[in-house]
Nanobody
Framework: QVQLVESGGGLVQAGGSLRLSCAAS????????MGWFRQAPGKEREFVAA????????YYADSVKGRFTISRDNAKNTVYLQMNSLKPEDTAVYYC?????????????????WGQGTQVTVSS
């Protein structure tokens, strides 16, 4: 059974930093592309960042480019999202996801694995 467990969310002031982690189990982690999405109240879930299975290529939404960094440790079956210069508009529930296909992952296609989410709140 595949499990993705996010952690590291919390309350932070604008301009601050947080690092999210997503621990994966039940899958061959190094074979999967990994990603982060977020969903703010009243809005649709949106793509934040993704990383190829090797970690060699990363992709970001324009809204977080230059502030967020996605990385992975295949030895620990964990993907990270370092978030710097946080803004109130970054407030959302953050979800990690996994798929064998980077394109399917970025499209949030049916069958992609999801975690339960972790709340990030940025105060002004």
């Amino acid at each position: 059974q595949v499990q993705l467990v996010e952690s590291g969310g919390g309350l932070v002031q604008a301009g601050g930093s947080l690092r999210l982690s997503c621990a994966a189990s039940g899958l061959s982690f190094s074979s999967y592309a990994m990603g982060w999405f977020r969903q703010a109240p009243g809005k649709e879930r949106e793509f934040v960042a993704a990383i190829r299975r090797s970690g060699g290529s990363t992709y970001y939404a324009d809204s977080v480019k230059g502030r967020f960094t996605i990385s992975r440790d295949n030895a620990k079956n964990t993907v990270y999202l370092q978030m710097n210069s946080l803004k109130p508009e970054d407030t959302a529930v953050y979800y990690c996801n996994a798929d064998l296909s980077l394109n399917r992952l970025r499209s949030a296609s049916a069958g992609v694995y999801w975690g339960q989410g972790t709340q990030v709140t940025v105060s002004s």
